[in-house]
């Protein structure tokens, strides 16, 4: 089954600094990659996702690249501001359906 | 548009009690999943459903574990008896497209 990792487990940044959160998957048939961030006592939240005929999407101050041959995603964080401080989660698809297998979450600590 | 609704907020039972947790999906989302979450194993599919009918139940842990969905805006988890083990954050999430919208969660601690 598709298996995803996370890597660091937590990063600490200074405020204004950008934030790189890197993701590997096993199955090559993942289609979907999708970011979630989740604060303190409340539920994931979908921030940015990718589809594998995409290279790199970006929204504002967040970014998701995608290589496909090295099967890793990344989720890129610029001019970092407190309230970015949170756990983020990476997901893909499991082959082409609807169900996602995530990661353990990186924390994400932003120093003001 | 209200979210995903779950209740309760918070549960605290004794080992061996049913717990039933409780989830309101999104109007018009025609998915709804269980997750668990715990600091070992991270977020853990435990079933969904797509238009109320169950397709995945491969993550259920075991035979004490049970989910329905008896209509498009309500469903629930059950588990009987419950077990210390079974203590941790459950999230229920919809979608329409097969990006699950997550629910603020149940905490249960099983004593």
């Known amino acids: 089954g598709e298996n995803v990792e996370q890597h660091p487990s937590t990063l600490s940044v200074q405020e204004g600094d950008s934030a790189v959160i890197k993701c590997t998957y096993s199955?090559?048939?993942?289609?979907?990659f999708p970011w979630y961030k989740q604060e303190l006592g409340k539920g994931p939240q979908l921030i940015i996702d990718i589809r594998s005929n995409v290279g790199e999407k970006k929204d504002q101050r967040i970014a998701v690249t995608l290589n496909k041959t090295a099967k890793h995603f990344s989720l890129h964080i610029t001019e970092t501001q407190p309230e970015d401080s949170a756990v983020y989660f990476c997901a893909a698809s499991i082959g082409g359906n609807n169900r996602l297998a995530f990661g353990k979450g990186n924390q994400v600590v932003v120093i003001p | 548009d209200a979210g995903v609704i779950q209740s309760p907020r918070h549960e605290v039972t004794e080992m061996g009690q049913e717990v039933t947790l409780r989830c309101k999906p999104i109007s018009g989302h025609d998915y709804l999943f269980w997750y668990r979450q715990t600091m070992m194993r991270g977020l853990e599919l435990l079933i969904y459903?797509?238009?109320?009918?169950?397709?995945?139940d491969s993550g259920m842990p075991e035979d004490r574990f049970s989910a329905k969905m008896p209509n498009a805006s309500f469903s629930t988890l059950k588990i009987q008896p419950s077990e210390p083990r079974d203590s941790a954050v459950y999230f229920c999430a919809s979608s329409s497209s097969g990006t699950p919208n997550f629910g603020p969660g149940t905490r249960l601690t099983v004593t």
């Open positions: 199955d090559s048939a993942s289609n979907y």
């Open positions: 459903f797509n238009n109320n009918v169950p397709i995945d």
